[in-house]
Structures are given as C-alpha cells and as structure tokens.
C-alpha cells in the first residue's frame, strides 16, 4: 500500500492498529529475546573498539533518556546491537557501511538536526545543553553554502 503521507497515516488513520498491532509486540518480542542473550557486554568481556565506542554511547544516552516504560526496549536495544557489533563481523560490518553512509548525508548537510526543546519529554537533561555532534549537524545541515554539497 502506497499511502500520500505515512506520518498522518500512522499518527491519524491507523494509530490504534499502530501501537496494538505492530509496537507493542515488537517492543515485547525484543526485549524477550534480548533476554535469552544471558550475558551483558562490558568492557570487560568484549575487545574490539568499536563495540567499546558503542557501550560508552548506549551509557551516555540511557543516562539521559527518563521514560520508564521504554527503559526495557533501550536496553534490549542495545545490549542486541553491542553484542551482534562484538561477536559477528557480518553485522558489524554491515553497521559500519550504514553508519558510513548516514555519515556521508550528515556531512552533505542533508540530516536535519533536532529542534530546540527536544527531546521534550521524558528527558533527564536539559535538551538545549548540546554537544559537538549536533553542532556539527546543525552548522552543516543549516550551512549548506559553505560546503557546496561537498563532504570536505
């Protein structure tokens, strides 16, 4: 199905079906098969650098992040995501050629950064306090001139 706009569409026309019939299973699914995964990744039981790089940013965003109800899908998330990174270069790498090519698009200027005041809800931080990342973002995504689509 081909539908004009797919936010209205599930935001408007079918956002019961949304949430009863495709969130809160796959939300259900995950966090229960993330917990078939017995051991936790630490950076002490894993070794490659980037499965380190991801503990560190999975640490920093849950320590923002403040909706209970979402805690058990994160860190299903995430404890899938560093263990697939640590344990299986097929993934691992197919990670890497997708956080490759977002980053291409974050350097053409074309990722648009957040907004002001946001996250604005179930957030432990001030969302205006922002780091180097979304400046980046925002002076390339907002600056396009200065880079003429290049991503020098």
């Known amino acids: 199905m081909v539908v004009a706009n797919l936010s209205h569409f599930m935001l408007k026309e079918q956002r019961q079906y949304v949430m009863d019939k495709v969130k809160a299973p796959m939300m259900k699914a995950l966090i229960i098969l993330a917990n078939r995964l017995k051991a936790e990744p630490t950076k002490q039981n894993t ?89 980046f973002m925002k002076d390339r995504y907002y600056h396009k001139e200065k880079y003429n689509g290049s991503i020098n």
Not at 53 to 75: I, Q, T
Not at 103 to 121: A, I, M, Q, T, Y
């Open 47 to 135: 070794f490659h650098p980037n499965t380190h790089v991801w503990l560190d940013v999975w640490e920093r965003f849950l320590a923002m992040e403040n909706n209970s109800g979402r805690e058990p899908l994160f860190k299903a998330i995430s404890k899938t995501q560093i263990a697939e990174c640590e344990h299986d270069i097929y993934y691992r790498d197919r990670m890497n050629v997708i956080l490759e090519l977002w980053l291409e698009e974050v350097l053409k200027g074309n990722w648009k950064p957040r907004s002001l005041d946001h996250p604005n809800e179930c957030w432990r931080v001030d969302p205006n306090v922002r780091g180097l990342g979304y400046e």
